[in-house]
């Protein structure tokens, strides 16, 4: 499967001044594909996918590539303020499964579902200086039957305001915490000592009278599985003084794709 690549514009008008500072911040905070990838494949464990699928904040494209591959979609859509973050090897790994991507360059929370439709998954990691108005707008370009899934930080469920507005209104259908604290800061990979995570998934229900369940998600795994193509290639930037390979010519080659390539 190829798909037909399309370019849009999600919103209108540059950022400046502090919303630009904090893009340049949340820039250097990527999801890593081992991350996207363990995500990804939970949710179609249990049930969770889609024709039409929406990254709403799409960044190096971690997401968009571990969705293309493990969702098949017929309709792949990323979003983000700066479409040059996104890394070669996740753009042709989303064009390869998926029936049609569209890029759009802009901010996520200027789309609107009449412009741009409603999703039946919506996945990614929302920059965290704004989780709750991404998370919000994304529960409104919903499907009937369609699930958003974001990985948040598990400190995201307190609070007196949060647990009685936006619990109240959507509470999530399940949570799943990580079992391994995962770094998102650009560099070489270390664990982090900081802020454990979550995966959120919630359903169009308003006010629903249910408790979420909670299961653990054991991307850790994931991370083993990668520990040696990482290891190889950093013997190659090492060894490749010119610069030529492809993973070494990557800006920040510290991610691994399953290829080896540019993740």
């Not at 340049?24 to 081992?34: G, L, M």
């Not at 200027?110 to 991404?134: A, C, Q, Y």
Request: glycine share 10%.
């Amino acid at each position: 499967m190829h798909a037909a690549y399309r370019c849009g514009v999600a919103g209108q008008g540059a950022m400046t001044g502090s919303k630009s500072k904090q893009a340049k911040k949340d820039a250097e905070y990527q999801t890593r594909y081992p991350v996207a990838l363990a995500v990804c494949e939970q949710l179609e464990r249990d049930g969770f996918g889609g024709r039409r699928v929406l990254e709403p904040s799409a960044g190096r494209g971690a997401f968009v590539s571990a969705a293309a591959e493990v969702f098949r979609p017929d309709e792949l859509v990323w979003c983000d303020t700066d479409t040059s973050l996104m890394l070669p090897a996740h753009a042709r790994r989303a064009e390869a499964y998926s029936g049609s991507v569209e890029m759009r360059e802009g901010d996520f929370l200027t789309m609107s579902p009449e412009e741009h439709g409603l999703f039946d998954l919506i996945v990614g990691n929302p920059p965290n200086s704004d989780s709750e108005r991404h998370l919000r707008k994304a529960l409104s370009m919903l499907s009937e039957s369609g699930h958003l899934a974001f990985l948040l930080r598990v400190s995201f469920l307190a609070g007196k305001d949060r647990c009685g507005g936006l619990w109240m209104e959507h509470p999530p259908e399940h949570v799943y915490p990580l079992d391994r604290r995962p770094t998102f800061k650009l560099g070489p990979w270390r664990r982090s000592k900081r802020t454990g995570y979550a995966l959120f998934v919630f359903g169009r229900r308003d006010e629903a009278e249910f408790e979420p369940t909670i299961r653990w998600l054991r991307w850790s795994g994931y991370l083993k599985r990668f520990h040696n193509e990482i290891d190889r290639v950093e013997r190659q930037k090492r060894v490749d003084k010119a610069g030529r390979a492809i993973v070494a010519s990557e800006p920040h080659s510290e991610e691994v794709a399953p290829e080896g390539g540019d993740a």
